[in-house]
């Protein structure tokens, strides 16, 4: 029996998971600034310091793939969040640059890990519901960083660093209590368990990750490079050029709290390819914009599309035939993150050269790829069908 209710217990426990996840990371981001300044380091090397975050991210996500497939997701989610909870204390209180290596790639590495649980518990929770859930989870995943980057502020500045970390983690932890009991479990099968860890055969997972890397290469460009656009080739006031990634931010959050519900109606394939088109019209909006407004509404129009391709993306992982979720998960994961982690120093790279107007009005491209590619989302509805 699917479970009654807006809220039943396995669906607020998976939504506290990506909601702590989240606050975390936007903690992490605040912190960033504050490590630099206490190290005495320059730009280039915090440069190479971000980049060991984002290398321990990426290689545990295929890790925690694995140990997935045999433990469930239930006992990965529970114990990452575990770990992950004390580190960024551990990084207040670090002494030395090389020590702040090996715990940012932990760092990095708890939260890819522990991200690839969580969407597998959330796949086993809309299997388990029959229902889209996957767009909300996000969407607290957004709401959890919006917090941690707002609330931590005032406290770094009144109070010092390591209060911060202190607090930040009482804080995750105070979450991790509440969900932890009601963390739906989801037992392997015993062939999963016998199976040997390795790279998916099948070409699904493949062309699912590119989908999400084609849709998270954009997500990236905007929240890197926008204001900058703005400011230097719009002509935008220093307050105003922050304003196209806010209105991106602000229609993504909003869309991914509502979009488990129009993709309940008008299935994954549906809401992939309009979503996918909305995108590709708002960065070709924000790219040939003639000025700043036009541009924020470009970057708002961007923000209502690009929500819910990374969920859909996410939930046909988690539901491919012959395939363990947690395996799909990580392939899938993987791919995607690499393009926020990596694609937008490129497109740096590319648009000193040739301008951001360019590379907005030219990215959209990857865009006709997913379109090509939304069949394979008919998998995202396997949860409710199935």
């Known amino acids: 029996m699917a479970p009654r209710g807006y809220m039943p217990r396995i669906r607020l426990a998976v939504s506290l998971l990506f909601l702590m996840n989240g606050f975390m990371m936007g903690s992490w981001a605040l912190k960033i600034p504050v490590l630099k300044d206490r190290l005495g380091i320059s730009e280039g090397m915090l440069g190479l310091l971000i980049l060991t975050f984002g290398i321990g991210s ?137 199976e040997k860890l390795a790279l998916p055969r099948s070409a699904l997972p493949w062309l699912i990750g590119i989908v999400a890397l084609f849709s998270m290469i954009p997500e990236g460009s905007v929240i890197d490079w926008s204001a900058l656009y703005m400011r230097n080739e719009l002509g935008a006031s220093v307050a105003l050029s922050g304003y196209g990634f806010a209105a991106f931010s602000a229609t993504m959050a909003i869309m991914r709290f509502a979009g488990d519900h129009v993709r309940d109606r008008f299935g994954a394939v549906r809401t992939l390819r309009v979503c996918t088109l909305l995108a590709l019209l708002g960065l070709v909006t924000a790219g040939l914009a003639p000025s700043p407004t036009v541009a924020i509404i470009g970057f708002a129009v961007a923000g209502i599309g690009i929500s819910n391709m990374v969920p859909i993306a996410f939930s046909a992982a988690g539901n491919l035939p012959g395939l363990a979720p947690g395996i799909g998960l990580s392939v899938v994961t993987f791919m995607g993150y690499s393009g926020i982690l990596v694609a937008p120093s490129l497109i740096g790279f590319i648009a000193e050269h040739v301008g951001f107007s360019l590379v907005f009005t030219t990215i959209p491209l990857l865009f006709l790829v997913v379109l090509l590619l939304s069949g394979h989302a008919v998998h995202a509805d396997t949860a409710k069908n199935g």
């Open 58 to 194: 990426l290689l545990m996500m295929p890790v925690a793939g694995g140990l997935i497939s045999r433990l469930g997701s239930r006992q990965i989610s529970n114990l990452m969040a575990a770990c992950l909870t004390p580190i960024l204390l551990l990084l207040s209180l670090v002494p030395g640059l090389p020590v702040t290596f090996v715990v940012l790639f932990l760092l990095g590495g708890f939260i890819g890990a522990m991200d690839v649980a969580m969407n597998a518990n959330a796949v086993a929770v809309e299997k388990r519901m029959r229902r889209a859930i996957m767009s909300s989870c996000h969407a607290y995943w957004s709401l959890g960083a919006l917090f941690g980057a707002a609330l931590g502020g005032p406290v770094l500045a009144h109070f010092g660093e390591v209060t911060h970390a202190v607090l930040v983690t009482i804080t995750g932890l105070a979450i991790l209590a509440v969900a932890w009991p009601m963390v739906m479990a989801d037992h392997p099968h015993p062939e999963a368990e016998k």
